[in-house]
C-alpha cells in the first residue's frame, strides 16, 4: 500500500511537470527520502514510521523531490528546482481538493 498511496502520486507529478524522460533510481530514493522527512517532521515513534495516507504534505515533498532530482540529473525537459516544483505541486492539491 505504501506504493500506490505514498509513492505513486508524487513521482507522477514531480516527473510529469518536469517532463522527465524516466523514473531514475535516484528519483526514487528522493521520494522515499522525502515521505521520511515528512514523518520525521511529526516525530517518529515506533508507532508512527509512515506519515498519514492522506497527508497532502507527502505528495508535495515527493514531487518536488523527484521534479529536482530529474532537473539535477539532466532527464528533466523542464527543469525546476524544489521550491518551483513544490508551489507548482501544492497549487495542483488545491485544485484537486475544491473539486
Known sequence: QV???L???GIFRGAVDCRAADISEAM??????AIAAVA????????YILPDAFDR???INVAAAVASKASDEGIAASPVTWEQEAIRAK???NKVSDN
Open 28 to 33: 526514487k530514493l528522493a521520494a522515499a527520502e
Open 3 to 5: 506504493n500506490n498511496v
Open 40 to 47: 520525521a517532521e511529526d516525530g517518529l515513534r515506533p508507532d
Open 7 to 9: 509513492v505513486f502520486p
Open 91 to 93: 497549487s495542483f492539491m
Open 57 to 59: 504534505r507527502v505528495t
